[in-house]
């Protein structure tokens, strides 16, 4: 092969990584990983030893009370912790939290394949519907701890729903913003 083919070739091949490179966007590094998960889908979960903070019910295959599955604050964090940086838009100020990604709890709880809604549920008994392909798409978390503090239920704990926005601008407040439930105590699968 002469030397001026060969050039040619990696010119056309240099142009089409960059060309490429430039065309698939960024993807932005949402969240950092704290702790990998030790209970994984499939497992069982053993029931709360302490006091539950989470109880997931309807169209799952994990169980370990009754109909439902609960969770404590130790076996929640077994399915591995991860931490983002958001503007709290009720706070009103960047907010570090840590929790468990949304899509992790669904997939320990083995969600029925042909749910698609998920029915968020507070201590004082507010609920708000959440489509499960958000929790597939975005990295939502169900958050147990806001700038490296367990919150009590007085700080809005011990557990809320955190939405990325600050990385997906797609995420608008008008729509998540309700979505965004403090004291979350309940999630019913449908």
């Not at 940086?85 to 840590?98: G, S, T």
């Not at 004082?124 to 239920?153: H, Q, R």
Request: hydrophobic share 40%; charged share 20%.
């Amino acid at each position: 092969m002469n030397t001026s083919r060969t050039l040619a070739y990696l010119t056309i091949f240099t142009a089409i990584l960059v060309a490429c490179s430039q065309a698939v966007p960024s993807t932005p590094t949402t969240y950092t990983t704290i702790s990998e998960g030790t209970l994984k889908p499939g497992e069982a979960v053993p029931a709360p030893t302490g006091d539950v903070v989470l109880t997931i019910d309807g169209k799952i295959k994990q169980t370990n009370s009754g109909d439902t599955l609960q969770f404590d604050m130790p076996t929640l964090e077994s399915l591995g912790v991860v931490q983002y940086e958001v503007d709290d838009p009720f706070a009103k100020k960047k907010i570090v939290y840590e929790g468990v990604l949304f899509s992790q709890v669904l997939e320990v709880a083995g969600v029925d394949s042909g749910a698609t809604t998920l029915t968020l549920k507070a201590l004082d008994d507010y609920t708000t519907d959440m489509k499960i392909s958000d929790a597939e798409k975005w990295p939502v978390l169900v958050a147990t701890k806001a700038d490296g503090v367990y919150m009590p239920i007085d700080k809005n704990g011990p557990l809320i729903s955190v939405w990325p926005f600050n990385d997906f601008p797609e995420i608008d407040h008008l729509t998540y913003d309700a979505l965004w439930v403090w004291s979350l105590s309940g999630i019913t699968v449908k």
